[in-house]
């Protein structure tokens, strides 16, 4: 403060008057910082290192869980969105199938539409059955029976369809509600990988002598904006597979959440899935999940699984998956059981 002391003694009483104030101003704010304090203090907890360093393996937060989820659900009479929700079992807000990701049956009636909007920053979409026009940010996108189409950000999207028309559809919303973060830049542009380009470079690895000494025959989706992770978008990963009859996937495991489209399928065509594998790399004690056409399941994080085909046709399988940020976050850890020599 500026302050002129005159030869009366003027300024002296004012700058009393300002020290009384400023002291009353300091003494405020000494109560005010304790207030705040305690309000800054009240929801910090100190656990002893053994009481929470491993909140799964003691159960305070839930394993993700076994699910299946029928195709008789996208086969209904109306037009709807169908989330495969288990978010009561992992006890967050729904709805979500893992602790970061949505799996939904998309169902729409011929010549109707639906329109979506998701806080998210990754939608893949595999139609299942159908045709129709897909609008996402000016764009018109037109889709047909086994095509992918992978969007960025989840906002308003309106499907169109020609004919009856089912999607499986995997977003991440759940990982950005557990972040409090709202998607709103894109990562990628919309990418098509038509049903056309998909089969054809999935019957080019199956026709690869190779493929007979490799375990699994699949291809993966990638973007070229994902030169890191190799993946379908920064947080997702797709697989398109085919498991020829009479063969089995030899077991393994890795920390993404595997949010598993069965397509077409005989009887016969099953996973095992499990915690421990045998000396000999066998599945203990495996839940069996038998397949059914165009219907999915969860496989939990970081258990081993297997795929039988004991059909006689060959089977197709699309696992989508949270490992596009696992393995930017390099926590993957993917392990294989290799075939013995
Ligand atoms: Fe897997």
């Known amino acids: 403060m500026t302050m002129v002391i005159n030869n009366k003694g003027h300024g002296i009483q004012s700058q009393k008057r300002d020290q ?27 656990y002893e290192y053994t009481k929470a360093a491993d909140p799964v393996g003691s159960g ?6 076994y699910a299946e989820f029928s195709g008789a659900l ?24 893992s602790p970061a990701l949505c799996a939904n049956f998309v169902h729409i009636l011929p010549n109707e539409k639906l329109t979506t909007s998701f806080n998210a920053t990754s939608q893949l979409i595999y ?22 189409l992978v969007l960025p950000l989840g906002s308003e999207t309106t499907h169109v369809a020609d004919a009856d028309t089912a999607f499986y559809l995997v ?38 002598g190779e493929s007979v000494n490799r375990s699994r025959v699949s291809i993966l989706l990638a973007n070229k904006e994902m030169d890191q992770t190799l993946t379908v978008t920064h947080t997702l990963w797709a697989m398109l597979g085919v498991l020829p009859k009479g063969t089995v996937q030899l077991p393994h495991r890795h ?13 016969g065509c099953y996973s095992l899935v ?68």
């Open 20 to 46: 009384s104030e400023s002291a009353e101003k300091f003494a405020m704010h000494i109560a005010m910082t304790a207030e705040s304090l305690k309000k800054l203090k009240a929801e910090g907890l100190y």
């Open 60 to 65: 305070v937060i839930s394993s993700v869980p």
């Open 74 to 97: 996208h086969q209904g009479d109306k037009t709807e969105l169908i989330p495969l929700d288990v978010s009561e079992a992992l006890g967050c807000e729904g709805p979500a199938t």
């Open 127 to 148: 139609v299942i059955r159908g045709s129709g026009t897909t609008l996402f940010s000016g764009d018109s996108i037109p889709y047909r029976t086994g095509d992918f």
């Open 171 to 208: 977003h991440d919303e759940p990982l950005l509600r557990y972040l409090g973060a709202e998607a709103k830049y894109p990562r990628f542009k919309p990418t098509l990988y038509s049903s056309e380009d998909s089969l054809k470079e999935l019957a080019r690895v199956e026709q690869d």
């Open 255 to 267: 920390q993404s959440v595997a949010l598993d489209l069965i397509l077409d399928c005989e009887p």
């Open 274 to 341: 499990g915690s421990k594998i045998d000396s000999d790399g066998k599945i203990i004690d495996p839940k069996r999940v038998d397949w059914q056409p165009y219907s999915a399941f969860i496989t939990p994080p970081g258990y081993w699984h297997a795929h039988h085909n004991e059909s006689g046709k060959k089977a197709h399988l699309i696992p989508m998956q949270d490992a596009g940020l696992h393995t930017y976050l390099r926590s993957l850890d993917i392990r294989f059981v290799l075939p013995k020599t």
